[in-house]
């Protein structure tokens, strides 16, 4: 009899194992991109169960051409995306409240290459390839600001348009496009080159996004996540080999169109990039001073109808 009840014991605390809800409190999180080395911190968070400590089962999904991130946090396909700060407040100011819960960029990495040798400054009215998927704000705002009147021709995500002389300048990103152009043996000298970063267009980049109502009553979720995703963050500056493997591991599942040595540039220019020029740190926040800087630009230039500020990025 005794037996037989320790069977019936098993057998209900199987049915019960299986009926439960998975562990964790769901979050779901869209990357800007296609699976790559730019994610790395959020791949380690989770493989390493750094959210998991934390009572997160956080779900990584990358965007698609038909599906953007900004399209799957409307429509609540996702509880969390990734957006650049610029195309944040572009949001906001048109009145889809976001709220940043986590920075992973401290610097710009936008590079305006030259074609033919010359400073970039010294083509006005020249065509210029920009990201058709980006709205390309600094782009547009230093050639107003410059006087530039530059002609925009638009592609998709391939440096074959620049390589192959169909425009005259190209629009990159210091951990993706710099780097295939270095691959493919284009030569770049520093006069061909003009870096953001290194003119008054120094403007954060990338950071993770939710909607104010779910900043309001999520509080909890997204400190955690935004704990264990610096977590991750600090664990691949300590261990990029490592961190590389498990990029690889989702590069791999995911189909991306790259290889090791692509991803290995790019993880150490994004771990480049986190490192604020002030303090020397990799700090994980939001600059108000930069928030300014680019609610400036963008009203001047005529993108926002009002002017973003930083307590209302932050969800203050």
């Not at 199987?14 to 990357?31: D, Q, R, S």
């Not at 295939?180 to 284009?186: R, V």
């Amino acid at each position: 009899m005794t037996h037989f009840i320790h069977r019936i014991a098993i057998v209900c605390a199987a049915i019960l194992l299986v009926a439960a809800p998975a562990w964790g409190e769901k979050f779901v999180f869209t990357t800007i991109w296609t699976a790559q080395a730019q994610f790395a911190g959020y791949y380690v968070a989770k493989e390493k169960g750094f959210y998991k400590e934390l009572g997160l089962d956080v779900v990584i999904q990358h965007p698609s051409l038909t599906s953007s991130a900004s399209n799957r946090l409307k429509t609540d396909q996702c509880d969390a995306a990734m957006f650049s700060m610029m195309s944040a407040m572009d949001f906001i100011a048109q009145g889809t409240p976001l709220v940043n819960i986590f920075q992973d960029s401290m610097n710009s990495s936008n590079i305006l290459v030259s074609r033919w040798g010359i400073n970039p400054l010294q083509m006005k009215g020249k065509k210029v390839g920009i990201f058709n998927a980006d709205p390309n704000y600094l782009t547009y705002i230093m050639s107003k600001r410059e006087g530039m009147n530059y002609q925009w021709v638009r592609f998709t995500s391939d440096i074959n348009v620049f390589l192959s002389g169909a425009v005259d300048a190209t629009m990159v990103v210091s951990y993706n496009e710099y780097c295939l152009l270095k691959q493919a043996g284009f030569r770049m000298t520093e006069e061909c080159i003009y870096r953001f970063s290194e003119h008054d267009y120094n403007i954060q980049e990338n950071g993770v996004y939710v909607k104010r109502d779910y900043f309001q009553t999520h509080r909890a979720e997204v400190a955690k996540f935004a704990a264990a995703s610096r977590r991750g963050w600090e664990w691949v500056a300590a261990h990029p080999e490592e961190a590389l493997e498990i990029v690889m591991r989702y590069v791999n599942k995911h189909k991306s169109h790259t290889n090791r040595v692509m991803q290995k540039l790019m993880l150490e220019e994004v771990l480049r990039q986190q490192v604020d020029r002030e303090s020397k740190r990799r700090e994980f926040r939001v600059r108000p001073d930069m928030v300014k800087k680019a609610s400036r630009l963008m009203f001047e230039s005529g993108m926002l109808k009002r002017e973003v500020t930083y307590k209302e990025l932050m969800g203050l």
